[in-house]
């Protein structure tokens, strides 16, 4: 289990209660609760059916912290509801990338599991082949807006600095962080640039 996990279970336990915390979108419907673990060998049975191997940290998650739950926007989906995507090939002259859903196993090209719901045809989605596995990316499926690769190396560093930018009061685009003074006054103030 990566040592990380009991930092991130405590910064989680907190947060509902924390005095001057930001607004996450969406966190009125999982309420930072966490759904059971996941069983290994049912993150077995998922990396056999989809020919994939999930990111240790997003694996470690899954089964040591909770399967589905409190994340940025509406929350964690389960694994067996995540869906494997291809980003769309970038063609010349036209607009951002988005993404095509891959309908059977297959280890061609770069692989990415939609792990969050963002809402409409947003994707919250992680790198499992190529050269972003283990990466978070947020993307639009029709190609509305381009891909935003995360800074963070993985997906415990990603949830952990929602976690940090929530605790602090801070504006997150990227995470939809609303801080409580652009909560309470949302026309006085603009949002931070993406971090």
């Not at 926007?73 to 995507?85: S, V």
């Not at 891959?102 to 090209?109: H, I, L, N, V």
Request: one cysteine or more.
């Amino acid at each position: 289990m990566d040592s990380r996990i009991p930092r991130l279970r405590r910064k989680l336990a907190r947060i509902p209660y924390a005095p001057g915390r930001s607004h996450s979108f969406g966190e009125e419907r999982h309420e930072f609760r966490l759904g059971p673990r996941l069983a290994e060998d049912r993150a077995n049975a998922f990396e056999a059916e989809h020919d994939v191997e999930l990111p240790q940290p997003y694996r470690d998650f899954l089964t040591n912290v909770g399967g589905s739950g409190a994340s940025p926007y509406y929350g964690l989906i389960p694994l067996e509801d995540c869906a494997l995507f291809t980003m769309n090939p970038k063609a010349s002259g036209t607009g951002p990338r988005g993404f095509s859903r891959a309908y059977r196993p297959t280890r061609d090209g770069h692989l990415f599991l939609h792990v969050i719901e963002p809402g409409c045809s947003d994707l919250v989605l992680i790198g499992v082949t190529g050269p972003l596995t283990g990466r978070m990316l947020i993307g639009n499926a029709d190609g509305f807006w381009g891909p935003n690769v995360s800074s963070a190396p993985d997906f415990l560093a990603w949830y952990e600095r929602w976690l940090d930018h929530m605790a602090a009061g801070m504006d997150n685009r990227a995470l939809q962080l609303t801080s409580p003074r652009l909560h309470a006054h949302p026309h006085r103030y603009r949002l931070a640039p993406k971090l």
